[in-house]
């Protein structure tokens, strides 16, 4: 069964620190990994990618380091901000189109404190 | 573009009643994806759709459960008798050539 495990499930970090989720998977097939985030009372939106071609991608404050031979990616939030609240998923899915059928961890629901 | 469009918001029903769920994707987009969402089993995808052709539907629950896209610009999920343990938010989701997936607002269902 293809499954994509995500811990923790709830993370309160303070202002200004630095939130970390962790996502691994089973199947070595697949070769996208999106981060999604979602606020509440809306759906999910894509946050950044990473293919496993690369070890590390940063946008913003926003990092994914992926480690191929662990079979694990995490989500690196610098300078965390009250605005980053909200439920994080990591997903993955194989082939070349990145919008196929995604498998998605179960959630982190992180708390930035003021 | 609007985004992706849900339609109700919010349903509320009674067990063993019909509940027709409506989506809209975004204009030009290829595929389309169905997903509930609830507290103990996350986001599980239902069914998906490219060009209007149902792709892969492994993911729906029951027969109770069936979904349609008449046309490029529309889709139905339609859950017939609807249970308690449907109670969930349905999210439509829609993406061009596989790209990034886009998600509409989300259907809150509530079978009481």
């Known amino acids: 069964q293809q499954q994509v495990k995500q811990s923790p499930q709830s993370l309160i970090v303070q202002k200004g620190g630095i939130s970390i989720i962790n996502c691994a998977y089973e199947?070595?097939?697949?070769?996208?990994f999106p981060w999604y985030q979602q606020f509440p009372g809306k759906g999910p939106a894509l946050l950044i990618a990473?293919?496993?071609?690369?070890s590390e991608k940063k946008e913003g404050r926003f990092t994914i380091s992926f480690n191929k031979s662990a079979k694990q990616f995490s989500l690196h939030i610098m300078d965390s901000q009250p605005g980053d609240s909200a439920t994080y998923f990591c997903?993955?899915?194989?082939?070349?189109?990145?919008?196929?059928?995604?498998?998605f961890g179960g959630g982190t629901r992180l708390m930035v404190k003021p | 573009d609007a985004g992706v469009i849900q339609s109700p918001r919010h349903e509320v029903t009674e067990m063993g009643q019909e509940v027709t769920l409506r989506c809209k994707p975004i204009?030009?987009?290829?595929?389309l994806f169905w997903y509930r969402q609830t507290m103990m089993r996350g986001l599980e995808l239902l069914i998906y759709?490219?060009?209007?052709?149902?792709?892969?539907d492994s993911g729906m629950p029951e027969d109770r459960f069936s979904a349609k896209m008449p046309n490029a610009s529309f889709s139905t999920l339609k859950i017939q008798p609807s249970e308690p343990r449907d109670s969930a938010v349905y999210f439509c989701?829609?993406?061009?050539?596989?790209?990034?997936?886009?998600f509409g607002p989300g259907t809150r269902l509530t079978v009481l």
């Open positions: 997903a993955a899915t194989r082939g070349n189109n990145a919008g196929n059928m995604l498998t």
């Open positions: 759709f490219n060009n209007n052709v149902p792709i892969d």
């Open positions: 199947n070595t097939a697949f070769d996208y």
């Open positions: 990473i293919r496993p071609d690369v």
């Open positions: 989701a829609s993406s061009f050539i596989g790209d990034e997936q886009f």
């Open positions: 204009s030009g987009h290829d595929y």
